[in-house]
């Protein structure tokens, strides 16, 4: 897999999701934005972790 986004990065977008007030919920990411999935799957070892991250939970 070819890496465009840092782990950095992929926790911004979990912070950008939030704040446009958008579902932080697993599946709907996953059909929004399959590649922030994908990235945050490689960092991190379950999606609850890169929330975590985040600071969103």
């Known amino acids: 897999m070819e890496l465009n986004l ?4 992929v926790q911004e977008r979990i912070r950008q ?3 446009e ?3 932080l919920a697993k599946k ?3 059909h929004s934005d399959p590649e ?4 945050a ?5 379950s999606w609850d ?3 975590e991250a985040a ?3």
């Not at 840092?6 to 990065?9: K, P």
């Not at 922030?36 to 990235?39: A, C, G, K, N, T």
């Not at 799957?41 to 070892?45: G, S, T």
């Open 6 to 9: 840092s782990s950095e990065q």
């Open 17 to 19: 999701i939030k704040r």
């Open 21 to 23: 007030g958008r579902s």
């Open 28 to 30: 709907a990411v996953k």
């Open 36 to 39: 922030l999935m994908r990235h």
């Open 41 to 45: 799957l490689f960092y991190y070892p």
């Open 49 to 51: 972790k890169a929330l």
């Open 55 to 57: 600071e969103v939970n």
